[in-house]
């Protein structure tokens, strides 16, 4: 069926430009699929199409089936992924079975359930804008004069994915995005690339089921920047499509009408609005940790029975996994006893404090001089080694934004920023800073579950109060300024910083947060206490305190400021001092010992250290 190759791809398969990652092509009646061995899943996926929408529609077929065309080490069976943390996957078809079944009829529908066409998709992303990009795909119409419309689809990795693990130890990874190219040629002669619209779309797991496609433009250098592949390579490179950089070309498609994908996506806007728009307790997400104690029975329950009912043992995997829900279990129903105990009145050493109440009323920093001219020759930046759909990048900046606005910093500051995927309700964890030619580097690493759920305030603030660790709260001068056993400041620390007088350092809690934090029980919501509470905010002795340790401070707060007021408008604030950033080694990396946990807690953190180790 090699004849196929040109009837489903416009202008060629695409070139293939990573050494490390060979691509394998499959020809199907109704698509091809440039097959990657090394991530058991397409680089690639290909169909054209034109009118979609005729009333043929058969059913779907009620397996998925192993692609025999693969070397038996390259083969999937037709079991679903599962779940990547506590979000739940889907097979994504990257060539849809409705638009090829309605084309080209059922066996050919049959062979877009074929392994080789599936990708690990973020369920959100599958049932919820994929979903409206395929409808608005299929509604492209035959028009005169037009040609088919070309689409290809396929998956984008971060530097270091997650993985699922299938038969018997197959690793799957689990992309963060995937691109689209959808190609319409709109006047003869097609051969001409300005009688040719492309929309281009990079579409995140974590994309939210009410946003629609367009939310997400691409062009097509950035997607092959991203796949390593080069689309439509027989058209020399000064020839410029639709969405790119030329100026000109851009101005002349604008004067056009909108290609038959857009008015599609378009059409479809409202119907979107109803269908789509569920209300978020439909999502099985569990926010409680009675929820999570729930979601991590059930799973124990369903593998148990799965066993069973499969009449075998228990593999190797299943038992790391059983081990490791127990742990996670009995840690949680812990976590559960400390919530209840923290909620109490009867804490020992002082009565609750009021939850929403500061304890002390905000007052000006007295003792400290105006704050000095900016040197600007230090800054807070950031580095992100892998990422969900730009979430780390986008909390990043906006903790670095919060930052430069109010310390000029001793020593420039990197945070590395990047993933994990763990059971349990730890939200990220943080490494030792280390330093290296004048820069401190600080590493955070965040929970793949739970990124889906935050909001990118809340991955920011976690993100702020990691830098507040590697300015120096919990290091550096901190531990001399106070009395270990009272958590009171000490005369001279208050004779510099009157404001000190009325802090105390967190005692309880272990390694990490003891020793390391304001003191939970009495500011409570405060951003550098030890945990994480909705409606947080800043003292102004949370920046003021950076002085203790060489910074300067640029700008002060009048009093106690909520977090969210001062993340306004932050995300979007340009990043100015591009100069400065480029003269530090952002890739500069040391492995060092595990700090903290958030919510810090020392039983999940002597966890971690134990896996480390
Ligand atoms: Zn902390």
Redo the contacts with the bound molecule.
């Keep these: 069926m090699a004849h196929h190759l040109d009837l489903h791809l416009w202008r060629g398969a695409p070139q293939n430009l990573d050494p490390d990652r060979p691509v394998q092509i499959l020809v199907n009646q109704g698509y091809v699929v440039g097959f990657s061995p090394k991530t058991l899943q397409p680089a690639w996926s290909a169909y054209c199409v034109a009118h979609a929408e005729a009333a043929v529609d058969y059913r779907r077929p009620l397996h998925y089936y192993t692609d025999v065309r693969l070397d038996p080490a390259l083969r999937l069976s037709n079991r679903t992924f599962g779940r990547i943390g506590n979000i739940p996957l889907n097979v994504g078809h990257m060539t849809p079975n409705e638009v090829i079944n309605r084309q080209y009829g059922r066996l050919a529908q049959m062979e877009t359930f074929l392994m080789s066409n599936m990708s690990p998709q973020y369920e959100v992303l599958n049932q919820g804008v994929w979903a409206k990009l395929e409808q608005a795909i299929r509604g492209v119409q035959t028009e005169p004069g037009a040609d088919y419309a070309w689409v290809i689809v396929g998956p984008v990795f971060g530097d270091d994915p997650p993985h699922v693990s299938r038969d018997g130890g197959k690793l799957v990874p689990v992309p963060e995005a995937y691109f689209a190219l959808v190609v319409d040629p709109v006047r003869y002669p097609y051969e001409t690339p300005a009688n040719v619209k492309l929309d281009c779309f990079l579409i995140p797991q974590t994309a939210p089921r009410s946003s629609d496609p367009d939310a997400y433009p691409s062009t097509r250098e950035e997607i092959e920047r991203r796949t390593k592949l080069r689309f439509f390579d027989s058209w020399a490179r000064t020839y410029v499509l639709g969405q790119e950089s030329d100026d000109t070309a851009r101005l002349t498609m604008q004067a056009d009408a909108p290609s038959r994908l857009m008015r599609a996506i378009e059409v479809r806007r409202e119907t979107w609005k109803k269908e789509f728009d569920v209300p978020a307790a439909a999502q099985p997400v569990a926010s409680t940790i009675e929820g999570l104690i729930a979601d991590l029975q059930e799973e124990a329950r369903l593998t148990s029975e799965q066993v069973l009912g499969e009449h075998r043992q228990t593999t190797r995997e299943e038992r790391i996994r059983a081990e490791t829900l127990q742990h996670t279990l009995s840690w949680l129903m812990r976590a559960k006893e400390i919530t209840s105990d923290r909620s109490g009145a009867d804490k020992p050493g002082g009565q609750a404090p009021a939850p929403a109440d500061p304890v002390i009323a905000p007052q000006p920093p007295a003792g400290i001089g105006a704050a000095p001219a900016s040197t600007g020759a230090n800054i807070i930046t950031y580095k992100i080694v892998n990422d969900a759909g730009d979430r780390l990048r986008n909390g990043a900046r906006a903790a670095c934004n919060f930052w430069n606005r109010f310390i000029l910093p001793r020593y420039s500051i990197v945070i590395r920023l990047g993933l994990f995927t763990h059971l349990g309700n730890t939200i990220a964890r943080a490494y030792e800073p280390y330093e290296s030619d004048g820069v401190r580097y600080g590493q955070v690493e965040f929970n793949t579950r739970y990124l889906l759920d935050f909001t990118a305030d809340q991955i920011a603030g976690t993100i702020i109060?990691e830098i507040g660790?590697t300015l120096g709260i919990g290091w550096d001068n901190w531990s001399k300024m106070f009395d270990r056993k009272t958590g009171r400041f000490t005369a001279d620390a208050i004779a510099s910083l009157a404001a000190l007088a009325n802090m105390e350092v967190e005692r309880d809690g272990g390694p990490g947060t003891a020793l390391?934090?304001w003191d939970e029980a009495l500011f409570d919501r405060e951003l550098m206490t030890?945990y994480k509470d909705p409606g947080e905010h800043v003292l102004p002795i949370t920046i003021d305190v950076m002085e203790a340790f060489g910074h300067d401070v640029a700008e002060r707060l009048a009093g106690q400021t909520s977090l969210e007021e001062l993340m306004q408008g932050i995300a979007s604030m340009v990043f100015s001092r591009q100069d400065e950033v480029r003269k530090i080694d952002l890739d500069y990396f040391k492995e060092t010992p595990l700090r903290?946990v958030?919510p810090?807690d020392a039983t999940q953190l002597a966890q971690f250290v134990a896996e480390q180790e």
């Design positions: 109060h660790h390391a934090h030890g903290e958030v810090h």
